[in-house]
């Protein structure tokens, strides 16, 4: 086989515009495609919690439940400062519940009270708690 055997064309205008179309289409799905596995690779792996500024204001919020009056426990948990403690004690002796290295068993108990208490659902909780939605479903 020789090289003078094959026969070059230029390409109509139709047929680049074609060719151009079809690349740019490979290109979009590449791009597409990218994104999803970005996407879906934070979600999996990346740690999601909140930055430091929104940990200080949760911690403000929580010293306030816990240690504030025992109306404002009532309030908003149900249960007075004495029976939450107890509670919360009570479940870290037997085994019952641990704490994870974001949340402690209070913070837990705490949602977990604040939503029975209030009939919430979970992005009022994460809301309040300054949580992510996934934090607070766990607990």
């Not at 792996?45 to 919020?61: F, I, N, T």
Request: proline content about 1%; overall charge positive; hydrophobic content about 40%.
């Amino acid at each position: 086989m020789n090289h003078s055997s094959f026969v070059t064309r230029r390409l109509t205008n139709a047929e680049n515009e074609e060719i151009t179309k079809k690349r740019k289409i490979i290109v979009g799905y590449n791009i597409v495609i990218s994104v999803a596995i970005a996407v879906w690779w934070q979600e999996r792996h990346l740690v999601k919690e909140p930055s430091e500024d929104l940990r200080g204001a949760r911690e403000l919020y929580l010293r306030r439940l816990y240690y504030g009056s025992e109306r404002a426990c009532k309030e908003q948990l149900r249960l007075s400062k004495d029976a939450f403690n107890s509670l919360c004690r009570k479940l870290r002796e037997n085994g019952l519940l641990r704490e994870t290295c974001y949340v402690s068993i209070e913070e837990a108990v705490a949602m977990f009270l604040y939503v029975l208490a209030h009939n919430l659902k979970n992005r009022v909780v994460k809301f309040q708690f300054m949580r992510y939605g996934e934090t607070v479903s766990r607990h």
